[in-house]
């Protein structure tokens, strides 16, 4: 049946990404503003923002610096093309990236957000391995729960049941680590004790497939999207030595442990783990206009950098790649992150955060507790014969008394501006107390 004519105000033709549409479109949640820590509602409420948007807006919201610079490419250039054709800011914001990346990257290739980010570095990957004349490494590896985006590609190497039972899974020739959630670990607080040794199913995983026929193993340095799991003290570092020992690409998915969010401008400076090429977006332009970013090492790179000089080295990009807007965003949110040391203010309110956030211990309903910098998960006891809808119902309950947390599961995670204020982490972890005793 055809739809009437959609009023201003009619909410069905919008199909809303990873939403409960018909429950939202039954009663609306709408922001129509935001400014540093906090979104305004429709109805002219206030919502103290926990999750900074979806895990992007590390530098707050509106800040004028990144809304001006918006402003003035949009009239200056407002595209050029991004293939065979240049633009200055493009190169400069490549520059300023590398100047914060781990010693040993040095090579910056864009996107448009962090599933395209997942997409290229898989196929920077085997691509690699070609171009080095290794072409039987194809297979890729990623780990259960994992989230890396929701492209075929991301979904293939994820490990999150939902994302991707409903859509097969096209890439063939993907195997999974464990991941990395024990239950002797519960209520650590930052990095967990036990489970190193998970990291050496890399080694069975060769054993079964042949270390020559593995291009790549791709895991988040800190699982967000999943309800945020800690990686093992050493666990990192052990995957990096098989990747190594078995000339295996270590690419770490940072989309979310990028740009702060660790105290640290990666996870892979926090662990001080290099791997061969990272995944990033969300914080690059604190969320403001959409971008993402693999970053190389020069050995990826260089490996390309072969055959007759006026042939095209790797055939993948986007329209988008390097879009100036997108660039012009990026360069005054990297400004804005250093002029407020905003990345060291992280790694100076973790402690207190981690403090709060676990003296929800004794709060009703709550089994388990994570964090690390600025990111924290409280996981609640499931409804029995219901999941997640405890955690939804917290979700609700939380926006009506101002606060804007995330769930998945039952798991909440937050992972608020890197411009919190201590006297608003009270504000976020009593409401969600208040929230939790009323459940
Ligand atoms: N990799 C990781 C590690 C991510 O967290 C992506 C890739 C995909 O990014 P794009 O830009 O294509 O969405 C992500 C995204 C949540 C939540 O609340 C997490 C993400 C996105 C939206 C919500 O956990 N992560």
Redesign the pocket.
């Known amino acids: 049946m055809a739809l009437d004519r959609p009023t201003p105000n009619d909410l069905r033709a919008f199909w809303m990404p ?1 939403t409960a549409n018909r429950q939202f479109k039954a009663s609306p949640r709408m922001f129509v503003g935001a400014r540093d820590m906090h979104y305004t509602t429709a109805e002219g409420r206030q919502v103290l923002d926990g ?1 900074a948007g ?2 992007c807006c590390n530098a707050g919201h509106c800040r004028p610096k990144i809304t001006e610079a918006v402003q003035k490419q949009v009239a200056e250039l407002d595209y050029a093309p991004a293939f065979q054709m240049g633009h200055p800011i493009a190169f400069e914001l490549a520059n300023r990236i590398i100047d914060i990346a781990p010693e040993g990257i040095d090579h910056v290739f864009y996107t448009n ?6 997409e290229t570095a898989l196929k920077i990957a085997i691509a690699y391995h070609r171009a080095r004349g290794d072409g039987a490494r194809t297979r890729l590896i990623g780990r259960e729960r994992g ?4 492209n075929f590609g ?1 979904i293939s190497v994820g490990g999150i049941v939902n994302n991707r039972k409903m859509f097969g899974t096209m890439l063939g020739g993907v195997d999974h680590l464990p991941h990395t959630h024990l239950p002797e670990n519960a209520w650590t607080k930052g990095q967990p004790e036990h489970g190193a040794n998970l990291a050496d199913d890399l080694e069975r995983i060769v054993a079964l497939h042949g270390a020559e026929t593995i291009a790549a193993c791709i895991v ?1 340095p800190v699982a ?2 999943t309800g945020v799991l800690l990686p093992p003290r050493g666990y990192l570092e052990r995957l990096r030595e098989i990747c190594t020992k078995h000339g295996i690409l270590l690419i770490f ?1 940072e ?2 442990t990028g740009f702060g969010r660790l105290g640290s401008p990666f996870a892979a400076q926090h662990f001080d783990v290099l791997p061969d090429m990272m ?1 990033t ?2 914080g690059l332009t604190n969320g403001v206009i959409p971008m ?1 970013a693999v970053l190389t090492t020069g050995a990826v790179h260089d490996a390309f950098m072969q055959g007759p000089e006026h042939m095209i080295e790797l055939f993948h990009g986007y329209t988008y790649s390097g879009n100036p807007i997108a660039c012009a965003a990026g360069l005054a949110t990297l400004e804005t992150y250093a002029e407020e040391g905003l990345f060291d203010r992280c790694a100076e309110i973790a402690p207190y955060w981690e403090e709060a956030l676990h003296s929800l211990r004794d709060a009703r309903h709550v089994i388990d507790i994570r964090n690390m910098g600025l990111i924290g998960a409280v996981e609640l006891e499931p409804i029995p014969g219901a999941p997640t809808k405890r955690a939804f119902s917290a979700f609700l309950k939380a926006y009506e008394k101002g606060i804007l947390i ?1 769930t ?1 599961g039952d798991i909440i ?1 937050m992972s608020p501006p890197l411009i919190i204020e201590r006297a608003q982490v009270d504000e976020l972890i009593g409401t969600l107390r208040d929230v939790l005793d009323n459940l």
Do not use: C, N, P, Q
């Not at 989230?147 to 929701?150: N, Q, S």
């Open positions: 990873f999750t979806l895990w957000s962090g599933s395209e980010s997942v989230y890396h985006g929701v991301g988040e967000g999207s998915d989309v979310i995944t977006a969300k993402g995330r998945t995670a």
